[in-house]
Nanobody, 129 residues
C-alpha cells in the first residue's frame, strides 16, 4: 500500500522560502512512468496544481503562474521529494498536498498528473509576519 506523508514548517515569514517535503512508502520515487506532484488548496478556494516530477528523465512540469518561484528537489536515499517556493506572500497560505499519478495532461496550460491514485493528508502552511 502506497502512503504519502507531507511535512512542513507550519509558519513562514513573507519573502522567505517555503519548503515542504513528501515522504513516500510502499513505492519508489524512481519508478518509471510514475509522476509525483504538489497541489495546494488556499482557504476557501479550490485545488491549485503546482508541479510534478518524473525521476527517470529528471523532467519537471510547473504551473506557469508559479514556475518562476517553484522547484522540486528529490532525495532517492530517503524516498522523498521536496517543494521549494521562493519569495512567499500571504497568498501562498494553503494546505499543501503531495500525490502520485501518471503523466500530466494540460488544462489551460496547467499540468495535472493523470489519474492521481494516492494522496497525502496535507500540511497547513501559513505565510504571515
Amino acid at each position: 500500500q502506497v502512503r504519502l506523508q507531507e511535512s512542513g514548517p507550519g509558519l513562514v515569514r513573507p519573502s522567505q522560502t517555503l519548503s515542504v517535503t513528501c515522504t513516500v512508502s510502499g513505492d519508489s520515487i524512481t519508478t518509471p512512468y510514475v509522476f509525483w506532484s504538489w497541489i495546494r488548496q488556499p482557504p476557501g478556494k479550490g485545488l491549485e496544481w503546482i508541479g510534478a516530477l518524473h525521476w527517470v528523465d529528471d523532467s519537471a512540469y510547473f504551473n506557469p503562474s508559479l514556475k518562476s518561484r517553484a522547484s522540486i528537489a528529490r532525495d532517492r536515499s530517503k524516498n522523498q521529494f521536496t517543494l521549494q517556493l521562493d519569495s512567499v506572500t500571504p497568498e501562498d497560505t494553503a494546505i499543501y498536498y503531495c500525490a502520485r499519478g501518471g503523466p500530466p495532461n494540460y488544462y489551460n496550460d496547467v499540468p495535472r498528473i493523470k489519474d492521481p491514485d494516492s494522496w497525502g493528508q496535507g500540511t497547513q502552511v501559513t505565510v504571515s509576519s
